[in-house]
């Protein structure tokens, strides 16, 4: 038996403790917010002690670690692989109605591993300790190094995590290609798109309700500049580069996205899109309103960056000289798009091993969500996503299929092997 069928073989084999250690993780709740993750971080702690592997935790904000290891290859010099997942995970909030049981009870159950964050990324999470574990391992066999790095903060951003650790150190914690396991389905995502969250005022004469001869009011104004915006920023045409544009128009590639994304997606994963996520304003039902506020989140494909839509936006403002309007963009939660070349050679062993293992090969699309990928390719560093499937990401219910739990984390050790083999 060859290394790699040995390899593959003993993940078959201690597949129970695979699963316990994901329920464990599970049971270890980590919303955020509030964002405190050391019960959780605690789970993997352990995992890496009884393997006799060394980690450390990097701590920038408290209650906020981040545990991170890594090896040297014994076969000499090579890429440097980072296996990348976060510890955080959405919140269930104080209303637990639909629940059908604790969200944080990690049971298995009709295939599946049931509790908040399971999708979200804690079987993902797991999957990429369990593969570093493994190929820790089998280091001596392998060249190059590989390092993982399990974070907090994602959900917020990353910026006591992955954003930190890039900065602090780029050559430990960033490396040459980075492998994450978010939730992809039978898909390997290569770009997502960016953000431009905005915050809105818009003020003008108000009146009695019956006056309308005198102002159309700042709801009325708001709406009619708000379907301006959306008519206006929805018409641009991003400029990808070309390979990209060309693998975005390839049916095959469309089909994938709406099979892993949802009928539709294929219509506007490459098109900027805009939502007003809220707006208000009035004070009484037979008043004109002086004032209304609204927010935006604007979605920007590859090809796209946020001063165009800027542009365009402010072109609009003069149409409505009855009103003042005041824009302000939420910096901290604005991300331009990110995208990594689609000819990386992990691309094929994560395919390759994919089909192996699962009798399948996943395409390679783009993504809608953000993920911590953003950090590594901001930073020039080639970042994949392949995990289980979305279906009841941050959903009632949340659970994940052991089979895919198990079919990830082979993919990702036998993914990495390949490319320091």
Excluded at 31 to 54: C, E
């Amino acid at each position: 038996m060859d290394a790699k069928s040995a390899l593959l073989q003993a993940l078959k084999s201690e597949q129970d403790s695979q699963i316990i250690l994901l329920q464990e993780f599970v049971r270890a709740a980590s919303p955020n917010p509030p964002g405190d993750t050391t019960a959780a971080a605690k789970v993997i702690a352990h995992y890496l002690s009884g393997q006799n592997i060394p980690f450390e935790i990097i701590e920038p904000q408290q209650g906020k670690p981040n545990v991170v290891s890594e090896f040297q290859g014994g076969k000499g010099p090579g890429p440097r692989v980072v296996l990348n997942g976060h510890i955080d995970v959405l919140p269930v909030g104080d209303n637990t109605d639909g629940w059908t049981r604790d969200p944080w009870s990690g049971d298995l159950e009709d295939g599946k591993i049931h509790g908040r964050g399971v999708v979200d990324m804690k079987s993902g999470t797991a999957s990429l300790v369990i593969a570093y574990s493994y190929l820790y391992a089998r280091r001596h066999s392998l060249r190059g190094s590989v390092a993982l790095c399990a974070v907090s903060d994602e959900e917020t951003g990353g910026r006591w995590g992955t954003a930190y650790l890039i900065a602090q150190d780029r050559q430990r914690w960033g490396g040459d290609v980075m492998l994450s396991a978010e939730p992809s389905g039978q898909t390997i995502r290569f770009s997502e798109k960016g953000t431009l969250r905005m915050s809105g005022s818009l003020t003008t004469k108000g009146a009695l309700g019956a006056y309308l001869n005198l102002s159309k009011g700042a709801i009325r104004t708001a709406s009619a500049f708000l379907s301006d915006v959306v008519q206006t920023v929805e018409s641009i045409n991003p400029n990808p580069p070309p390979e990209i544009g060309k693998h975005l128009k390839d049916p095959d590639t469309l089909a994938a996205i709406d099979k892993a994304m949802g009928p539709g997606t294929s219509t506007i994963i490459a098109s900027p899109t805009v939502n007003i996520g809220t707006i208000s304003g009035g004070i009484k039902v037979n008043m004109i309103p002086e004032r209304c506020i609204f927010e935006l989140d604007i979605r920007l494909p590859v090809g796209l960056q946020a001063d165009e839509v800027l542009s365009r936006i402010n072109s609009i403002m003069p149409r409505y000289p009855e009103a003042v309007i005041e824009l302000r963009k939420q910096e901290a939660a604005s991300n331009p798009s990110s995208f990594s070349g689609i000819d990386h050679p992990v691309i094929a062993h994560l395919q390759e091993n994919a089909n192996a293992v699962g009798g399948f090969y996943p395409r390679l699309i783009p993504s809608m969500g953000a993920t911590d990928c953003k950090h590594y390719r901001y930073a020039g560093i080639p970042a994949y996503v392949y995990g289980c499937s979305p279906e009841t990401m941050a959903a009632v219910n949340e659970c994940a299929s052991v089979d895919e739990f198990l079919h990830v984390t082979q993919v990702h050790a036998l993914a990495a092997w390949d490319l320091l083999g």
